[in-house]
């Protein structure tokens, strides 16, 4: 039982949830202002083992910690009361601005090089010379990365600035999404990628690359396990689907 629940709680904190949580006392107090990593880390060994505390600071909520965790080369967010007595998972909402605290701490703290992600390989919607570019990690058999696929088509007929380089990221669930993926790349082709979303045949790939399984690598360091999963212009992973509206204002979001 002691298993399962470590196992939740580590999954729940490297994948916030849209949910929240809250300390039986929240109060200040006069001895409750220093509390460091280390001594975090002391405090949740026993609790979540094999845990690296890699910041602490003040919640954005009066009476937290918000602690800053590492675990299997993942990043995540928890939060510790002020009397150091109460472990909280979960994500803070601001009610009234409707945003989700925990998450966009979370995409700040897992930012991604983006210099580091070669762009040859990928498949071009809007102008390569625009200003800003968004990368996709997709998978031709992924619904939900069909459905992204429209939402991107509108931005790039609204918005000259932006262009979206595809990186094809076949999962193991889609067995004939590896081969799809190569005749797309080997094309460097959007109709093919189109097609292959609207469930049309795909002819054979015309070249040999090894790109499809460099990506399948470069998504694993990065953290990447799913499709889509959007990274900005400064680096934020995002993951899964956003409307057309979402991804000019996550491109525009200073």
């Given at each position: 039982m002691i298993k399962i629940v470590l196992s939740f709680i580590l999954t729940f904190l490297l994948v916030p949830a849209y949910s929240y949580s809250f300390s039986e006392k929240g109060q200040e107090c006069s001895k409750c202002h220093k509390f460091t990593s280390a001594e975090a880390s002391t405090l949740l060994k026993d609790l979540v083992p094999n845990l690296k505390v890699l910041n602490v600071k003040m919640a954005p909520v009066k009476g937290l910690w918000e602690i800053v965790?590492?675990?299997?080369n993942k990043k995540g967010i928890a939060y510790v009361d002020f009397s150091k007595k109460y472990f909280v998972s979960g994500s803070l909402i601001a009610i009234?601005?409707?945003?989700n605290l925990t998450q966009e701490r979370?995409?700040?703290i897992n930012r991604v090089d983006v210099s580091q992600i070669p762009l040859a390989d990928a498949i071009v919607a809007g102008s390569r010379t625009a200003k800003h570019k968004v990368i996709v990690f997709t998978d031709p058999d992924c619904s939900f990365c069909k459905k992204l696929?429209?939402?991107i088509k509108k931005v790039v007929s609204e918005r000259k600035d932006i262009a979206f380089y595809m990186k094809m990221f076949p999962l193991k669930i889609h067995p004939e999404a590896y081969e799809k993926s190569k005749a797309i790349v080997c094309e460097k082709s959007l109709d093919l990628l189109e097609n292959a979303f609207e469930k049309k045949a795909l002819p054979k790939?015309?070249?040999?690359t090894t790109a499809?399984?460099?990506n399948i690598k470069l998504a694993e360091k990065?953290?990447?396990?799913g499709t889509p999963a959007?990274?900005?212009p400064d680096g934020r992973l995002i993951s899964g689907y956003r409307d057309a509206k979402t991804l000019k204002e996550l491109v525009d979001k200073k």
């Open positions: 965790i590492e675990s299997n009234k601005e409707k945003k979370f995409e700040d696929h429209a939402e790939a015309k070249c040999e499809i399984d460099e990065l953290g990447i396990s959007i990274i900005m």
